[in-house]
């Protein structure tokens, strides 16, 4: 059996970045609106501060006004509250990134909580979590999103597919499952509590592996030509330093599945195009605008 087709998520969010890129420059030239995005980051947890600057570098990219809000790490809950309110009122803002994880000692639910839902560009928000497992429009997480699209331009059939998603987180786990769901395959949620994942994994015509465990899913846990979605990014230790390594063993998968994305250049290039691709269609919703044609 020939080696699994590599989807190339990075290849993928070009396109679809193209395609925002042209969407912003519509709304700009028909309707005179730049759609904004704001970000709101709590402390200097160095991960956020490249994702954040990341971010930054996208909006300008692809035509989208960026604006940051830096708060000090010990800022008192009420300080990033009142800071989301102002967001919430600010017209020029279409999308609000509280940046996660908050310090501690912070409860980051009652911050999303307080986020227009309609600015809610990540998601999080309980109106859009309702509306994602409803069936109702809503504003997606970036992620799961991203997994969809990937799996739509990778041409993987969904329809009664069987799908496992290994994992069961909020941001993650869930939302793509319920995306799966409404994409009519049937799903199952699997996680560290399971019974027999090899087993239940051995099922999936579809596996999105996101359980945050390095190199757990090896290819005798697959079904042959099964598509392979690995969300999962782990640093390991190796003799040259380190590197990044998904929650499936690449090498023994590829060998097993018929598609299957790589770590890194999958599933993260997508996270920050959907999440430009979402401050577009807030942009629109907000103002009762038709969702852009190829969004």
């Given amino acids: 059996m020939a080696d699994a087709t590599i989807i190339d998520g990075k290849a993928v969010a070009t396109r679809l970045r193209k395609r925002i890129a042209a969407a912003a420059a519509q709304l700009r030239e028909e309707h005179a609106i730049t759609a904004g995005l704001a970000a709101v980051l709590v402390g200097d947890d160095p991960a956020s501060q490249v994702y954040i600057r990341s971010k930054a570098r996208a909006c300008t990219a692809a035509g989208l006004a960026s604006f940051e809000f830096r708060l000090p790490g010990d800022a008192a809950p009420a300080t990033i509250l009142d800071t989301v309110q102002k967001l919430n009122l600010d017209e020029r803002v279409d999308g609000i990134l509280v940046q996660l994880p908050l310090p501690r000692g912070i409860d980051p639910a009652a911050i999303i909580g307080a986020i227009d839902p309609a600015k809610d560009v990540d998601g999080f928000h ?68 399971s019974r027999d994942l090899p087993g239940l994994c051995r099922r999936a015509d579809i596996l999105v592996a996101s359980i945050g465990r390095p190199q757990m899913v090896t290819g005798d846990w697959l079904k042959p030509g099964a598509a392979i979605i690995d969300v999962g990014i782990n640093r ?40 430009l691709r979402n401050t577009v269609l807030a942009a629109c919703r907000r103002r009762g605008l038709a969702d852009p044609a190829g969004l």
Avoid: Y
């Avoid at 109702?136 to 331009?153: D, E, F, K, M, S």
């Avoid at 939302?175 to 509590?193: E, G, M, W």
């Avoid at 990044?244 to 999958?266: H, S």
């Fill in 236 to 275: 390991i230790a190796t003799e040259a330093g380190s590197r990044l390594v998904g929650d499936v063993n690449f090498e023994t998968a590829r060998r097993v599945a018929g598609k299957i994305t790589p770590v890194p250049g999958g599933v993260g290039p997508m996270t920050i195009a959907c999440l």
């Fill in 126 to 193: 309980p109106v859009n979590v309702g509306r994602l497992w409803s069936g109702n429009p809503g504003l997606i997480p970036c992620t799961p999103q991203g997994i969809l699209l990937l799996l739509r331009a990778a041409e993987v059939p969904l329809t009664g597919a069987e799908a496992v998603v290994l994992g069961r987180s909020a941001i993650v786990g869930r939302p793509v499952a319920a995306l799966l769901l409404s994409a009519d395959c049937t799903v199952t949620i699997a996680h560290s509590k």
